[in-house]
């Protein structure tokens, strides 16, 4: 449906794909941070201790907010102006979260964390622009290759809170936080060597209402399972560092399980495009959910650093086939001047729906325990894999790139 835009050079193509991949490298960091340390802090200064994973929690609310915000500069200014004024917000949130720390003010962290949020958002559109220009028998090549450097921000994010966590004794992770933001301001050097079309005036207009293409079955599909697929993998993400505290692991501990739960989201990224081409999405979406599922069940069988390890790296696994496999959907949803309004909706209703399931992570494990998260995982599950059970075959295993 979308194999009339514009056709990049060749050099430009491959340029693009190298900065997108090592901007998504280094923004991933910001993400891994927040998710690393947000309860921790959280449950350090937040008034009343049921709120401790709120700062996450309000993380993900930056992200579904700033979403629609986010397509809307992109479809008139172009893609690269939303990408600076994402890592703007960036440098502010990690300059804030210092401020915070040193203050004790757990508000202002709060806000720190939304503009954390406003950063991911604009980082999640890099794999929709990585398909900006492609031939499309290598759009979801392009994709898949882009979302690989968050490998990167796999090992860059968990080392960047184990080396400096420490570096202003008197107020723990405030380094952290200002070594985010100078990382964020690399991200902005980096983007601004990308080359993308600019929009066209029937890219501004728009194209077909929401409502129908939102009406689509394959639509309906991609976005239920994408948005299941990211909301598991933030629901237990958002509880999993306190968790393993409350089990009485270490903080060092809890930052490798993150750093190897980064990497196994990001590294399957190399060659998740191929097996979309070769297999379908719809089949690589299902190999994801069973996956997600088979990481709650390993998490039900004990609460050992071995579990929890396992249980992350599992899910995110899990998280990439899900998750990129659902985007290759939306990619087949829309015309060419429709893409950034329909991919903007895609990922507001994907995090407003992450953010329902953040918020109900933290009190879940307040007022119960890890288990308890566990089991409820898998009402979602349930609900994806019944989406795709119900959605034609023909239509969900569509491959990449068909016209």
């Excluded at 757990?106 to 890099?126: H, I, N, P, Q």
């Excluded at 301001?185 to 077909?208: I, K, Q, W």
């Excluded at 088979?294 to 069988?301: D, I, K, R």
């Excluded at 507001?348 to 995982?377: C, H, K, P, Q, R």
Aim: glycine share 10%.
């Amino acid at each position: 449906m979308n194999d009339t835009l514009p056709t990049l050079s060749e050099r430009d193509q491959r340029g693009n794909i190298v900065r997108l991949t090592l901007a998504q490298a280094l923004a991933g960091a910001n993400s891994v941070v927040v998710y690393a340390t947000g309860a921790i802090i959280g449950h350090m200064l937040a008034p009343n201790k049921t709120l401790a994973t709120l700062p996450v929690s309000i993380f993900v609310v930056g992200m579904a907010a700033c979403i629609l915000p986010a397509g809307a500069i992109a479809r008139r200014y172009g893609r690269r102006a939303a990408f600076l004024a994402g890592t703007g917000c960036g440098v502010l949130a990690g300059l804030l979260a210092a401020v915070a720390v040193v203050l004790g003010s757990f508000w202002l962290f709060c806000l720190a964390t939304f503009f954390g949020g406003a950063y991911a958002a604009v980082v999640l559109s890099f794999r929709f622009a990585a398909a900006d220009g492609v031939d499309p028998s290598r759009r979801a090549r392009a994709l898949s290759f882009v979302m690989g450097g968050g490998v990167v921000a796999g090992v860059v994010g968990p080392q960047l809170v184990t080396h400096t966590m420490y570096l202003w004794p008197a107020h723990m992770f405030a380094a952290t936080f200002v070594a985010q933001a100078v990382v964020a301001a690399l991200s902005a050097l980096v983007l601004l060597g990308v080359h993308l079309p600019m929009p066209s005036a029937a890219e501004v207009a728009g194209g077909r209402p929401l409502g129908v293409i939102a009406r689509q079955p394959l639509f309906i599909t991609a976005v239920i399972c994408g948005a299941v697929s990211y909301m598991l993998m933030n629901f237990l993400m958002t509880a999993a560092p306190l968790a393993m505290q409350m089990c009485g692991h270490s903080q060092e501990s809890s930052n490798l399980g993150v750093q190897w739960h980064v990497i196994a989201m990001y590294a399957p990224s190399f060659f998740t495009g191929h097996l979309i081409t070769r297999f379908g999405a719809g089949r690589v979406v299902t190999a994801g959910l069973l996956l997600t599922g088979l990481s709650v069940a390993v998490g039900l069988t004990g609460a050992d650093i071995a579990h929890f390890w396992l249980t992350l790296i599992l899910l995110g696994v899990g998280w990439n086939f899900g998750f990129i496999g659902a985007s290759a959907l939306v990619l087949e949803c829309h015309r060419p001047e429709e893409k950034t309004r329909v991919q903007s909706l895609n990922d507001f209703i994907v995090f407003g729906t992450m953010a329902v399931g953040s918020f109900a992570s933290g009190s879940l494990l307040a007022a119960y325990d890890w288990n308890t998260v566990l089991w409820v995982s898998f009402v979602p599950l349930v609900l994806a894999v019944a989406a795709l059970a119900l959605t034609r075959p023909a239509k969900v295993a569509v491959a990449v790139g068909s016209p």
